[in-house]
């Protein structure tokens, strides 16, 4: 693995460099915000790497994504996947390239999506690893580590005034050498001083849970009078699942256009919502926030490992930090080990 | 504010024999952020705080109330809930029984004189990644904030909610009890809103569009308003679907003006769904433009009196028709 050195003035050569090729994503402070956007002018506009993005997963899931058009004589227009430029998104948490990790079994499933596919293949992510854990970071208590290299091609660490660059994929090794001018090999004092950081980090992170067994526990307490306590100041918004990098739930919806035709997207869902499991004859399984919370919990912590192996959660405290009245899923947890 | 008054009433509150349980605030799991308490009879009433940091309106509860299941036999029952008011809550709970929404006789309701709460936002970013709970107290214009034994005096002004400078009814209005001194009613000020109006129309449009592309709908600001209860919402309805699915710029302009003008002659300015925006819209500078109209036009105030005729159930031949004639 190739370690170097990116002098913190060279960033926005770097970066130019890129987005001549590349539809280049990258936090970026809006109105005291950051968003995760496309960058389009990076001479004038810099990422902001000192916040967390409210939300990634739409540079790769888009929110609202149309599938194909029709008209009444059954004329369907869909989409080229060629059309889809190359990605990078650039200045992604540990957590987040985690994330992609998680969602790629989802979409590849038995029957491949082509449009997360699409856009999933042509990114390429360059990481930026968290030195300083923010207040409600917790990756490492689901297998994930604040200056982690799972799913990326680069992996930047922060120096002061240069970063070090880990090169961590045959993509990544490919767009350092079109700017190979850029870079030096880093010294091995460097590489120590990273690594150093890197094991601060890790131990600052303030809010740990022990999850051996949860699964276990969880298959044994559905029916526990814990989740309706949990329940009671859930207002039953979308933040939590729409913030959340591993939430991937979808609804389809069939939409007149213009000149008679209609189109058919696909747009995100949220299991928080009454609607969401609404049936057609009125008749909804999940009526309460109770149901609706022990399934965002459930499906995280059991469902997902039953089906794909691994938590369906990254750690990145976002649905924590955005909940406006504190329901905290560490705290959820916690109320089911203690359930068990 | 007293925090073992509080407890002493609420504690009033729970041993009496109508009162089923109480909605209050305790300390949340980190930092700045306090949590809603629901505690039952014989609860611990210890973990009950108040502070400038309670800067969420508990009423919304109220309304969510029999949605929960197996609470639905209790509520049948003729027992009320208890639950802690401030000023801007007080004006609420008087719409919600101006409305009939929810009746009189349900409410059990602890008034706190309220000196303004804190603005989640400004006190993070000067304290950012604080994981401890922390506890402020309000000291001669200043807040004393203590968390990982460490204290720091900031001026009120710094961190004090913008919402709360232009609070008119810092007492409750309505109550069973009152918790602290009375403070006096204070003028209206809608200079803001004055100043946003005299911006030309392209520049208030472009404004909006800029700030509706945000939205991602998580509903968040109609979840959490006191005074979006309707159990069938227009924004859910499949068939007519009044509104896409799809999130643009166009369908979130749409989600909002459905939002806001429901709002019209009843929003009471607590701030809700400004302060649990994900993507910091504005929301208030919309709701108190209604305001500001209600008011100017009509001379209307909601919220101040729970026997008073809602505003738009009434009219009068002296109302301005300036829009028809």
Known sequence: ?340 | MSVQKLKDEAARALGRKDVKYLIGYKKGSYGFRVSPAFIEPKEDIEQLIISPLCNMSLVKYVMMEETLPGLTEQAMKPSKIAIVARGCDSRAINLLIEEKGVPRDKLYIIGVSCKGVIDQRKIEALFPQVTEPAEVTEENGNYIISFQGESHTVPKEELLAELCKVCQYPTPLIYDKLIGDKLPARPANYDDIAAFEALPVEERLAYWQQQFTKCVRCYACRNVCPLCYSTICSLDSLSPQWLRRSVDTSENFMFQIIRTFHLAGRCIGCGECERVCPMNLPLMKLNRKLEKDAKELFGYESGKDPKAKSLLTTFHTEDPQGFIL
């Not at chain 1, 059991?302 to 705290?331: A, H, Q, S, W, Y």
């Open chain 1, 1 to 340: 693995m190739d370690v170097l050195i990116l002098q913190k003035d060279s960033i926005k050569d770097f970066l130019s460099s890129l987005s001549t090729d590349y539809l280049l994503w990258a936090p970026i402070e809006k109105d005291g915000d950051t968003l995760f956007q496309p960058l389009l002018d990076c001479n004038n506009n810099s990422p902001d790497l000192a916040h967390q993005a409210i939300i990634i997963k739409h540079s790769i899931f888009p929110q609202t994504e149309p599938l194909y058009s029709y008209d009444q004589n059954d004329q369907i227009q869909a989409p080229d996947a060629q059309d889809i430029k190359q990605n990078i998104l650039f200045g992604v948490r540990p957590c987040d390239a985690r994330s992609f990790s998680l969602l790629d079994p989802v979409f590849k499933g038995d029957v491949p999506d082509p449009y997360y596919l699409a856009r999933r293949n042509k990114a390429l992510l360059i990481g930026m690893a968290c030195t300083k854990p923010f207040a409600n970071c917790f990756c490492t208590s689901v297998g994930g580590n604040p200056c982690g290299q799972e799913g990326l091609d680069l992996l930047c660490t922060d120096l002061g005034d240069r970063y070090l660059v880990a090169v961590l994929s045959e993509k990544g090794k490919e767009i350092i050498n079109k700017t190979s001018s850029l870079f030096i090999a880093a010294p091995a004092e460097e590489i120590k001083q990273g690594a150093e950081l890197a094991q601060n980090a890790e131990r600052s992170m303030k809010r740990r849970i022990d999850l051996a067994g949860v699964t276990d526990t969880l298959g044994r307490i559905f029916e526990n009078p814990v989740w309706k306590k949990m329940a009671l100041k859930c207002i039953g918004c979308g933040i939590c699942t729409y913030t959340c990098p591993t939430c991937y739930c979808f609804d389809m919806q069939d939409e007149p256009m213009a000149k008679k035709r209609g189109r058919r997207v696909r747009v995100w869902d949220s299991c928080m919502y009454k609607e969401y499991t609404l049936h057609a004859s009125g008749h909804n399984p999940r009526p309460t926030r109770v149901e609706r919370l022990k399934n965002r919990i459930y499906h995280k912590f059991k469902f997902n490992v039953d089906t794909f192996g691994t938590f369906g959660c990254v750690g990145c405290g976002r649905c924590i930090t955005l909940c406006p009245v504190n329901e905290d899923i560490i705290e959820n947890l916690l109320a089911v080990k203690g359930a068990a």
